[in-house]
């Protein structure tokens, strides 16, 4: 189909366009900017009069809960909500039930998606079988079934020299290795940040070093190994200086954070709001702002949603035995605007984290808008403010500490290889 997006304000952080032009879309691809192309007739036109018109969103952690994990979300649902929030593609954690270890699962999960006809869905693959930390994986089978890199997810893997080998290995192919600093024994059954709530309400804590040892570790290995590695959702400004440090360097190193750190503390747990209840934990006003002005100096490669839907009876229990995660998908974009606000980011420069950046990492030729490249297209509206409300959401999982919450930003189209996939009033 043939589809022209008039009078949109265009903002590609890769091209560094900011601009109020014209696209066009044929064949499923990008066919131009700015003046209509010789013979271009248009089978649909979309007025984005006041509307700004970006690359579709790419977020580095959304987990879809296949296989295994149905009861709290399908990957019909988990679609819907992607691309209902402007998402194009997105990366899958390997802790799905049996754990993304074998090509086959990885086939069958990719064909799942494909089926579906939304977002583009980018598998991480288990770094060792069944996440145990002990054998390694086929990574370069897995590889060849769709994984973009791999993962121990939130599993720890305790022996170093494990670790090593897999950085060795993965090194020798140039794949990626994605893994969430945090040291299993010094966080043990701890469920906040150790600081002043946590004492106050009696949770069991999690100091900063649990994040900082790990991170220690891993850019040791990094160094001896060579490996790209790419580090998951720091929570501290701890963590931010040793990255900047790493990449002063000249490590191959990027790093992400969840939307949810971007914005909340340990204050925000309350009086045991299990919504808050997240891994890595919310730490306190300090690691707050350190996180946010690491990702406008760019130490922060990427802001994602670590969108992990929770049933809603693992939700209402008691602080400490309520289950860990958000839904996020929905919410990426206007927390990332209200952000560039408060931090005084450009949109050119706030946009990349959720499109070329995250693109980079995954290694895929995606998140802009240059002629030839996927028509993966996101159009919303920057004034429109509209509340967050659990029956609103097409996620399955309805937790977040956002509910409540008016936010300013709307998605109003998706589009995925030319196709409106999402639209709205």
């Given at each position: 189909?043939?589809?022209?997006?008039?009078?949109g304000?265009l903002?590609?952080?890769k091209?560094?366009?900011d601009?109020?032009l014209?696209l066009?879309?044929?064949?499923?691809?990008?066919?131009?900017?700015?003046?209509?192309?010789a013979g271009f007739?248009a089978?649909k036109?979309?007025?984005?009069?006041?509307?700004?018109?970006?690359?579709?969103?790419?977020?580095?952690?959304a987990r879809?809960?296949?296989?295994?994990?149905e009861?709290?979300?399908?990957?019909e649902?988990e679609?819907s909500a992607?691309?209902?929030?402007?998402?194009?593609s997105?990366?899958?954690?390997?802790d799905?039930d049996?754990a993304?270890d074998?090509?086959?699962?990885?086939?069958?999960?990719?064909h799942?998606a494909?089926?579906?006809?939304?977002?583009?869905v980018?598998?991480v693959?288990?770094?060792t079988?069944?996440?145990?930390?002990?054998?390694l994986?086929e990574?370069?089978?897995?590889?060849d079934?769709?994984?973009v890199?791999?993962s121990?997810a939130?599993?720890p893997l305790?022996?170093?020299r494990v670790l090593m080998?897999?950085?060795?290995y993965?090194a020798t192919?140039?794949?990626g290795?994605?893994l969430?600093p945090?040291d299993s024994?010094?966080?043990?059954?701890?469920?906040?940040?150790?600081?002043e709530v946590?004492?106050?309400l009696?949770?069991?804590?999690?100091?900063?070093c649990?994040?900082?040892?790990?991170?220690?570790t891993?850019?040791?290995l990094a160094?001896?190994?060579?490996?790209r590695l790419h580090?998951?959702?720091?929570?501290?400004a701890?963590s931010?200086?040793m990255?900047?440090?790493?990449?002063?360097?000249g490590l191959?190193?990027t790093?992400?954070?969840s939307?949810?750190?971007?914005h909340?503390?340990?204050m925000?747990?309350?009086?045991?709001?299990?919504?808050c209840?997240?891994?890595p934990?919310?730490?306190n006003?300090?690691d707050?702002?350190a996180?946010?002005?690491?990702l406008?100096e760019g130490?922060?490669d990427?802001?994602?949603?670590n969108h992990?839907?929770?049933?809603?009876?693992?939700?209402?229990?008691?602080?400490?035995?309520?289950e860990?995660?958000a839904?996020?998908l929905?919410l990426?974009?206007?927390?990332l605007?209200?952000?560039?606000?408060q931090?005084?980011s450009?949109?050119?420069?706030a946009?990349?984290?959720?499109?070329?950046n995250?693109a980079r990492i995954l290694?895929?030729?995606a998140?802009?808008?240059s002629p030839?490249?996927a028509a993966?297209?996101?159009?919303f509206?920057?004034e429109r403010?509209w509340?967050?409300?659990?029956a609103?959401?097409k996620?399955?999982g309805k937790?977040?500490?956002f509910?409540?919450?008016?936010?300013?930003?709307?998605?109003?189209y998706?589009l995925v290889?030319g196709?409106?996939?999402?639209?709205?009033?």
């Open positions: 189909m043939k589809i022209q997006i008039k009078n304000r903002i590609d952080p091209n560094r366009t601009a109020v014209d066009f879309i044929a064949d499923g691809k990008i066919l131009a900017t700015g003046k209509v192309p007739v089978e036109m979309i007025d984005a009069s006041g509307l700004f018109v970006i690359p579709g969103m790419i977020d580095l952690a879809l809960r296949e296989p295994g994990y009861y709290r979300a399908t990957l649902s679609m992607a691309v209902a929030g402007g998402i194009t997105l990366a899958c954690p390997p799905t049996p993304l074998e090509p086959g699962l990885v086939e069958m999960l990719k799942r494909r089926a579906l006809s939304q977002a583009n980018y598998p693959g288990a770094l079988y069944g996440l145990k930390g002990q054998e994986t990574m370069a089978e897995l590889a079934a769709g994984c890199a791999f121990q939130d599993a305790t022996d170093t080998r897999a950085m060795q993965a192919f140039d794949f290795v994605w969430r945090q024994f010094l966080a043990r059954d701890g469920v906040a940040h150790d600081g946590a004492t106050r009696g949770l069991p804590a999690i100091p900063v649990a994040e900082t040892i790990a991170l220690a891993m850019l040791q160094r001896k190994t060579g490996v580090v998951c959702r720091i929570s501290s701890e931010v200086a990255i900047r440090e790493a990449k002063k360097e191959a190193l790093c992400d954070v939307m949810n750190h971007i909340l503390s340990e925000d747990i309350g009086f045991f709001d299990s919504n209840h997240l891994m934990p919310l730490r006003q300090r707050r702002d996180l946010r002005n690491g406008l130490v922060i990427a802001m994602c949603s992990s839907p929770v049933d809603e009876d693992a939700k209402q229990l008691p602080f400490a035995e309520a860990a995660g839904t996020g929905e990426l974009l206007p927390l605007l209200k952000w560039a606000q931090g005084k450009t949109l050119l420069d946009i990349a984290k959720v499109t070329v995250p290694n895929i030729d998140g802009h808008l030839g490249v993966d297209i996101c159009i509206d920057p403010y509340k967050v409300e659990a609103a959401l996620s399955q937790n977040t500490p509910i409540g919450m008016e936010l300013q930003g709307k998605v109003r998706t290889n196709q409106i996939v999402y639209q709205t009033t």
